[in-house]
């Protein structure tokens, strides 16, 4: 069964860091772009950030670049979103999905993306 699993969500004050993670099972992410999407109550679902197959190009929303940085592992089938500096705007659910691609380019459309994972919350408050 092919699943994508978040976790690493949680509350968080401003200013604060959260890593979160995503494990792959039931496919291997070696030939899969990864990226990770959030929602905000009441907003539609937005790109935050994508990884390229082989980890070398990243792309990331004007909002969070700087501050967030995703990486993968794919020996142990795993990405990682680190969120620093974070904001209270930058409160959502957080979804990792995968791509069976290996282009290089943007991956910012859902449309893209063939697995997602359920979501992990990530809530900046003080």
């Known amino acids: 069964q092919v699943q994508l699993v978040e976790s690493g969500g949680g509350l968080v004050q401003p200013g604060g860091s959260l890593r979160l993670s995503c494990a792959a099972s039931g496919f291997t992410l070696d030939y899969f772009a990864v990226g990770w999407f959030r929602q905000a109550p009441g907003k539609e679902r937005e790109f935050v950030a994508s990884?390229?197959?082989?980890?070398?190009?990243?792309y990331y929303a004007d909002s969070v670049r700087g501050r967030f940085t995703t990486s993968r592992d794919n020996a142990k089938n795993l990405l990682y979103l680190q969120m620093n500096s974070l904001k209270p705007e930058d409160t959502a659910v957080y979804y990792c999905?995968?791509?069976?691609?290996?282009?290089?380019?943007?991956?910012?459309?859902?449309?893209?993306?063939?697995?997602w994972g359920q979501g992990t919350q990530v809530t900046v408050s003080s």
């Open positions: 990884i390229s197959w082989s980890g070398g190009v990243t």
């Open positions: 999905a995968a791509a069976a691609t290996i282009t290089n380019g943007p991956m910012s459309q859902e449309g893209k993306y063939n697995y």
